[in-house]
């Protein structure tokens, strides 16, 4: 089976069960702000989380039903942040993959509360998920890691120094700090708790640890890069829109071409630190090959 | 021992205890965002939540080391809620508790993340305690009681039907669902989850959930009231702030005279509730005595 085929397997198995979530909800939630979470929710985000997080437990054989519960929580975080950060008191964004933001679409208000109620939904159902687990401590510790990665030590503390910072005054040693915290500790989450719910050994958490922090790293170049070089039809936002806002970004400190070396150095590194699970890595490998080269 | 003496000995447990938590987070969360979180988290609350789980597991003789976890994490979740409430896309409140609002104080970005970061370290500190439980089941039950209370089914769904209600389209059916949603659902949370922490049978778990749904009407109740009669310096914040802005309250409907006589028959069903615990109920019964006579 080739990486596409068995991302698209994760991914459709992922979004079936994000759907029963939502036929579950109507008549619970009120009408409007589940609207507006779902808005957000089946925007075509590209999965990239919950993916990780199945690939995982796929990987180290653990139990799939229980990961997809952490999967949805995890896209729920995500898309939480998102809405909150597109914010006019925040990044102040009109368009987000090529839709309106949740708040154009529908109200501030509504934004503001369907963030909150995605963040809270996300506990809710690894809560459940604890509860009905055989395993109650490594569920726990999953969750922990989730909620600790998104939280006042983690992806908030990103957010907050990275409103603080600006060009001028920043440097790359503090963008390096943002973009950790900010995206990294958000993509090492489903990778730690995966293996914390497959019952790896300490061992394998700190490989898993370190690819996921490769993999940020990464990511969030890739994005610089595209961020200068995109055009609005590709990327479904206004290119640019990071640097207009004096926002510091890889390309700003090192430039273009040193931004593309060190997204090929990261990425040998993160296929490195998969090394000891041997050919059962070939999926996360491949995962951290084609982000690199990504394009859109 | 007077109500009022037991009553500020769990208050000052408690905010010794989030002090604590304060100081252990210097140099861990961003110095800008624990301030924002700390200005609101210290800003005079009445520290209700808190004191009704303590005094719930008090009163059945559970552990309050574990109890003063959730405690924390309860005053968390409503200073979240608040800070969210008052920005200018919400309510748009200046003053809260004689102060500016925390956006007023620090700026919208700040407060939103403030309010996501209360959030995220109410979650994280109830998952620590449920990590060290030694009845994980009942740790994890108490939290979900909580978050499910705060969540898209319970006050947030209640903020969001609140925002949409105005006093002409309105009826007191709805606003009985939205005050159950907005208020009671946070009110009964700390009571059934210090019941079920220190192990109360199903019976006594309903008991406190309708002690809290009494309590719960009585609070909104009585709030409304001195909505209306209160003034600014009495209340720290703009008097008939609500009745400005179309809200639906108890007073625009059945009028001030017919809101008291409900308050005291609320209480009295309050005061019912409790009849199962004896004696040991004393405090929760001086708690929604106190509570509908308070004139501030």
């Given at each position: 089976?080739?990486?596409?085929?068995?991302?698209?397997?994760?991914?459709?198995?992922?979004?079936?069960?994000?759907?029963?979530?939502?036929?579950?909800?109507?008549?619970?939630?009120?009408?409007?702000?589940?609207?507006?979470?779902?808005?957000?929710?089946?925007?075509?985000?590209?999965?990239?989380?919950?993916?990780?997080?199945?690939?995982?437990?796929?990987?180290?054989?653990g139990d799939l039903d229980e990961a997809m519960e952490f999967a949805m929580a995890l896209e729920m975080?995500?898309?939480?942040?998102?809405?909150?950060?597109?914010?006019?008191?925040?990044?102040?964004?009109?368009?987000?993959?090529?839709?309106?933001?949740?708040?154009?679409?529908?109200?501030?208000?509504?934004?503001?509360?369907?963030?909150?109620?995605?963040?809270?939904?996300?506990?809710?159902?690894?809560?459940?998920?604890?509860?009905?687990?055989?395993?109650?401590?490594?569920a726990i510790q999953a969750m922990e890691e989730i909620m600790e990665g998104a939280g006042a030590r983690?992806?908030?503390?990103?957010?907050?120094?990275?409103?603080?910072?600006?060009?001028?005054?920043?440097?790359?040693?503090?963008?390096?700090?943002?973009?950790?915290?900010?995206?990294?500790?958000?993509?090492?989450?489903?990778?730690?708790s995966g293996g914390i719910l497959a019952g790896a050994p300490l061992g394998s958490l700190v490989s898993?640890?370190?690819?996921?922090?490769?993999?940020?790293?990464?990511?969030?170049?890739?994005?610089?890069?595209?961020?200068?070089?995109?055009?609005?039809?590709?990327?479904?936002?206004?290119?640019?829109?990071?640097?207009?806002?004096?926002?510091?970004?890889?390309?700003?400190?090192?430039?273009?071409?040193?931004?593309?070396?060190?997204?090929?150095?990261?990425?040998?590194?993160?296929?490195?630190?998969?090394?000891?699970?041997?050919?059962?890595?070939?999926?996360?490998?491949?995962?951290?090959?084609?982000?690199?080269?990504?394009?859109?």
């Amino acid at each position: 089976m080739t990486f596409k085929e068995r991302q698209t397997q994760y991914i459709e198995a992922f979004d079936q069960s994000l759907a029963e979530w939502r036929e579950h909800q109507i008549g619970d939630i009120p009408e409007r702000l589940l609207s507006a979470m779902c808005y957000s929710l089946f925007a075509g985000g590209k999965r990239v989380r919950p993916v990780l997080l199945l690939a995982t437990v796929d990987m180290l054989e653990g139990d799939l039903d229980e990961a997809m519960e952490f999967a949805m929580a995890l896209e729920m975080i995500h898309t939480y942040s998102l809405i909150h950060d597109d914010l006019p008191a925040m990044d102040d964004d009109d368009l987000r993959r090529g839709r309106p933001t949740n708040h154009k679409q529908f109200d501030e208000a509504t934004a503001i509360l369907a963030g909150d109620a995605l963040l809270s939904e996300a506990a809710a159902i690894m809560l459940r998920a604890c509860r009905k687990s055989e395993n109650k401590m490594a569920a726990i510790q999953a969750m922990e890691e989730i909620m600790e990665g998104a939280g006042a030590r983690g992806m908030i503390a990103g957010q907050m120094e990275d409103l603080m910072a600006s060009e001028k005054a920043g440097n790359e040693k503090l963008l390096e700090r943002i973009q950790s915290l900010k995206t990294a500790c958000l993509l090492t989450a489903p990778l730690v708790s995966g293996g914390i719910l497959a019952g790896a050994p300490l061992g394998s958490l700190v490989s898993l640890r370190e690819y996921g922090q490769c993999l940020g790293v990464c990511f969030q170049m890739v994005d610089d890069i595209l961020d200068v070089v995109g055009s609005a039809e590709e990327m479904g936002k206004n290119p640019a829109s990071d640097a207009k806002k004096d926002k510091l970004t890889y390309p700003a400190f090192i430039g273009l071409d040193e931004t593309r070396k060190r997204v090929e150095q990261w990425t040998n590194w993160g296929v490195e630190a998969l090394q000891g699970f041997g050919d059962r890595g070939w999926f996360l490998r491949d995962m951290i090959l084609t982000l690199a080269a990504r394009t859109k």
